[in-house]
Structures are given as C-alpha cells and as structure tokens.
C-alpha cells in the first residue's frame, strides 16, 4: 500500500482529501484527516462551518473522501470514521445528538463554527447500525 | 527551483504565517532563504517576544504570566516552521501530530540542540515558562502550532512558493501577499 499526501491547493484539498492511499491491487481511498488536540472521549462532529451564512459542516454536506481519520494527538489514536456510513448515521441521529449532548462554538475570524460533541461508543454504534438496511 | 530549496521556503512560511496569524505581534522585516550566513538555511528576520534576560530576573506574578504568554507565542512561532516543513515533506498531519512526543525527546534530550536552532529556542523558553513540565508544554504547542499550520496551509504554500521564487521579500511585500492568501 502506498500513501501519498495532496500537498497541492487543488481540488482535493478543498474537497477535504488530505491523503491518497492506493492499496496494492490498484483500488484507492481517499483520507480526510482532522486532529484533536485534547483527549476528550468524544467526536466533534462539525454540522455549520459558518453558522451565520447556514453553510453545513463537514458531517452533513456531501464530501470527496471515503473517510475520516480522526486523531487524539495526546493519546496518539485515531479513529477511521467511513464517510457514508458515518453521513447515515448523523441524518439518523444528529439532531438527537444536538439536543442531548449539546453544541459547542468555535469562533473564528469572520465566522462561527458548531459542532457537536458526540461521546465515541454512542457515535460507533450509530455508525455500525447505519450499516443495516432493511 | 531545486525540491530543498522550497522546503525551506515553507519552512520560513511556516513561521511567518504563524506570526502573522496571531496578532498583535513584532514586525517581519524580511523572508530571505538566499544571501544568508552559510550556518543558515532561511530566516525570518524578526524580534523574539521573550528575551533571555527575563529568566534571570525576579518579577511579580503578573509580569511573569505575561511573559509567560510571551515564551508561548514564540514557541508557537518557533515550531511552525518545521511543521510546515514536514508537512510539506508530505507527512500526513496525523503523524506530525503523533510525533510531538519524540520531538519532545529531540528538544529536551541530550545532546540538547544548539541554542541558536528552533528546538534550540524552544527549550530556553519552556525551560524557563514550565520547569519540571517542559515536555508536556512541548506536546501542548506542537498541537496548536500543527494546528496553525494546517488552517493556513493554502498560505503557508503560496507564501513559500514566493519566497523560493524571489531568494528574499521584505515585510511590507509579506504584509501583502498574506493578505491575498486570506482573500
């Protein structure tokens, strides 16, 4: 397998593609990579990355990468979050999520990000169930 | 344009980017990666916030948190520089981040890094701001540094890419070309 990191400011990164992995029977995944810098037990899933303009996070508008790569830098783990399934579950359960566990605000220079913090059993549990269809 | 060259470029766009990113902060007088002292690669020609003489001085407690705040924000502009540059080198921002612990070793290890290096400075400064604690602070601004780095990336690049192509910018051409990156 080999993993290639997008360097360039083209499409893929602001699609949210940080690395190309290209396994060695030629199929290849597509890697978002996001960094906790505390080791909360929980997932921020972003659901406005501009909450004043209503522009949707990276939980629920449609994203290039087959996964998210979730990382506790402290503890030095990671998560590897499958984008569809993880989307599936967030339609199924986001604004349960949002009333039950809260939303937190990040304010940056000119816009206001929301995310909610999802504790990690509950998110993966939400995620293997969004796995079955019946 | 030479490959190393331009890492070093990023290099320099790291730390510039993080300085500028986080006001208020001294002024950038030049960017040069040519024309330099041959120990030097690239240099970002600016004032330090902390300056050593404030470790050897006894002072109230407020003073010291500020120029605690001080040593922090140097660090944080200190390791910007070769964050970017293994971002850069194509390592993904998981493992950079996964390495703040064995970069911890590297700055408060022995043999200690020379003084006048990143690490070098970073040592003096949480040495002096976080005794007995000095590789916890470490991990703590090698996160937000990485972070730094990683929202301003498309800058860091662009400005990295200038800074190769012209050897050397001055500040007034920085201030400008930051500001197009935020466009």
Known sequence: ??????????????????????????????????????????????????????????????????????????????????????QRAWRQHGRQWAGLYGQRRAVNAGYTSVSVPVPRGVLMQAIVEAMFVS | MHNSQLAVAVHEA?????????????????????????????????????????????????????????????????????????????????AIAFGAKQFAEECFGTPAPEGSTDFGRVRARLNWAYPGEQREAFSKAWFEAEAVVARHWRAVVRLGRIIAERGRINGDELSVEWERSNR
């Open chain 1, 1 to 86: 397998m080999s993993a290639v990191a997008i360097e360039q400011d083209g499409w893929a990164q602001r699609a949210g593609i940080d690395r190309l992995l290209t396994l060695a029977c030629g199929r290849t995944f597509t890697v978002d990579e996001k960094i906790r810098t505390e080791d909360w037990p929980d997932v921020l899933l972003e659901r406005w990355s501009d909450e004043a303009r209503r522009k949707p996070g990276w939980v629920q508008k449609p994203l290039a990468c087959d996964f998210v790569a979730y990382a506790y830098a402290p503890a030095g783990t990671c998560v590897l979050l499958p984008v569809p399934a993880l």
């Open chain 2, 14 to 94: 790291g730390h510039a980017v993080a300085q500028l990113s986080n006001p208020p902060h001294p002024q950038i007088r030049s960017v040069s990666i040519v024309g330099l002292d041959p120990a030097l690669l690239g240099l970002v020609d600016t004032d330090a916030m902390w300056q050593p003489y404030m470790a050897t001085l006894e002072v109230e407690q407020s003073t010291g948190e500020a120029w605690r705040a001080l040593a922090w924000k140097d660090t944080i502009f200190y390791l910007a520089g070769p964050i970017a540059e293994l971002r850069w080198r194509r390592h993904s921002r998981i």
